[in-house]
């Protein structure tokens, strides 16, 4: 079974906060992505990888960046939390996800 | 940008009913995939059509697509306590080059099947 994986399935920040949400796949797939959900609002890109130290803004890129050094892993770096990105995080290789990590920020 | 709009924005069936959900969307595809959502937990990949097909079956689920209206459906038949679900139509963009399996998702429709 392909495999998704992120570190943490709930999180709770502070406003001010740098957050790392990780994300790991075993497919060694060259694209992953990460996507945030909110009610009513559905799934939105923000940030998606091509290759390794490859990186390309989505939808919603603000407040956010990214690292791939390594193909496996995919980080989602919030440089400074705050409230208005309290969401559920997704992280995905083409037709798989994670489980997803909701984030709080208080 | 969501491009996708699911219709209708929850659904209410008892067990043994057909549920049949659609989707509309703006740009032009590559292919357009179905995916099922468990009660705040990741999406799980159901079907994928490409632009090119027009109907795919797989077990109980029938999706058809119709690339002059932008749109697709998704039919789930003789419906099960089990499918209660949110389900999210997604379009992947037809890109000259590639579009890297990005994916631009529509609101969702909310499933309850009652026993």
């Known amino acids: 079974d392909v495999k998704v994986t992120q570190s943490s399935r709930y999180l709770v920040k502070r406003t001010g906060e740098k957050v790392f949400l990780e994300c790991v796949q075993d497919?060694?797939?060259?694209?992953m992505f990460w996507y945030r959900q909110d009610p009513g609002l559905g799934l939105r890109l923000i940030y998606f990888?091509?290759?390794?130290?490859?990186?390309e803004k989505g939808d919603i890129p603000e407040g956010y960046s990214v690292s791939r050094e390594k193909k496996e892993r995919f980080s989602l770096i919030l440089e400074s939390a705050s409230t208005n990105q309290t969401s559920m995080y997704l992280c995905?290789?083409?037709?798989?996800f994670g489980s997803g990590t909701r984030l709080t920020v208080v | 940008s969501q491009q996708g709009e699911e219709d209708p924005q929850a659904l209410s069936i008892q067990e043994g009913e057909n549920a049949t959900m659609n989707c509309s969307y703006k740009t032009s595809i590559n292919n357009l995939q179905w995916y099922r959502q468990n009660s705040g937990r990741g999406l799980v990949h159901l079907i994928l059509?490409?632009?090119?097909?027009r109907e795919k079956h797989s077990g109980r689920l029938r999706v058809t697509l119709d690339t002059s209206k932008k749109s697709s459906s998704l039919l789930i038949t003789a419906s099960r306590a089990a499918d209660t679900a949110s389900y999210f139509c997604a379009t992947v963009p037809f890109a000259g080059g590639t579009s890297y399996g990005k994916l631009t998702f529509g609101q969702g429709t909310i499933l309850t099947v009652h026993p």
């Open positions: 995905a290789i083409p037709g798989t």
């Open positions: 990888s091509y290759d390794v130290k490859m990186k």
């Open positions: 059509i490409r632009s090119n097909e």
């Open positions: 497919m060694d797939h060259e694209n």
